[in-house]
Antibody, heavy 126, light 107 residues
Framework: EVQLEESGGGLVQPGQSLRLSCVASGFTFSTYEMNWVRQAPGKGLEWVSKISSSASSTNYADSVKGRFTISRDNAKNSLYLEMSSLRAEDTAVYYC???????????????????WGQGTMVTVSS | DIQMTQSPSSLPASVGDRVSFTCRASQNINGSLNWYQQRPGKAPRLLIYGASSLQGGVPSRFSGTGSGTDFILTISSLQPEDFATYYCQQSHSNPRTFGQGTKVEVK
């Protein structure tokens, strides 16, 4: 079964750091771009960060740039999000998500977050 | 960044109803539009990609149409498990952005 499982969330004070992990199973992790998407309590979905399959490329939302670092260990089928200088507005459920590119023959016609973990809650509060 | 706007924010409906709701992009995204369903306390689930292609395992009562800037998700006959929040998301350019959601609730 294709699965993603996040861990590492918790309650931290403003300014502190936290590391989230996401373990993949049931698919060839090393061939997929991976993403982090978050959802503040009662709010919508916000893309946070992505990392290419080989880890050669990373991107961040402006809201977390310079504070968060995404990484992966393909040997361990694992994705990470190192969060520092945490703020109250970072309080959210953090999901890891696999990006799938949909192709038919030689034509590719879209991509989407096809697999999601169950999420891990991060609360930043004093 | 491309802004995604969904309407309505809330849609009261009954089991068996045919319901539709819209998603509008702030610029032309061709057919690069995905729809997700999120039940309370659960992770989002991909329903439709490429504006109209049904993800595997998704019931055929779900359908999507649209291109350019305007898109519609339709549920042909609402089932009890369909009461949830639905999000659109553009995959045309980075950063990927989501709409604010349409909550389908019991009338």
């Amino acid at each position: 079964e294709v699965q993603l499982e996040e861990s590492g969330g918790g309650l931290v004070q403003p300014g502190q750091s936290l590391r989230l992990s996401c373990v993949a199973s049931g698919f060839t992790f090393s061939t997929y771009e991976m993403n982090w998407v978050r959802q503040a309590p009662g709010k919508g979905l916000e893309w946070v960060s992505k990392i290419s399959s080989s880890a050669s490329s990373t991107n961040y939302a402006d809201s977390v740039k310079g504070r968060f670092t995404i990484s992966r260990d393909n040997a361990k089928n694992s994705l990470y999000l190192e969060m520092s200088s945490l703020r109250a507005e970072d309080t959210a459920v953090y999901y890891c998500a696999r990006r799938t590119i949909f192709c038919s023959g030689f034509s590719c016609y879209g991509d989407a977050f096809s697999i999601w973990g169950q999420g891990t809650m991060v609360t930043v509060s004093s | 960044d491309i802004q995604m706007t969904q309407s309505p924010s809330s849609l009261p409906a009954s089991v068996g109803d045919r319901v539709s709701f819209t998603c509008r992009a702030s610029q032309n995204i061709n057919g690069s539009l995905n729809w997700y369903q999120q039940r309370p306390g659960k992770a989002p689930r991909l329903l439709i990609y490429g504006a109209s292609s049904l993800q595997g395992g998704v019931p055929s009562r779900f359908s999507g149409t649209g291109s350019g800037t305007d898109f519609i998700l339709t549920i042909s006959s609402l089932q009890p498990e369909d009461f949830a929040t639905y999000y659109c998301q553009q995959s045309h350019s980075n950063p990927r952005t989501f709409g604010q959601g349409t909550k389908v609730e019991v009338k």
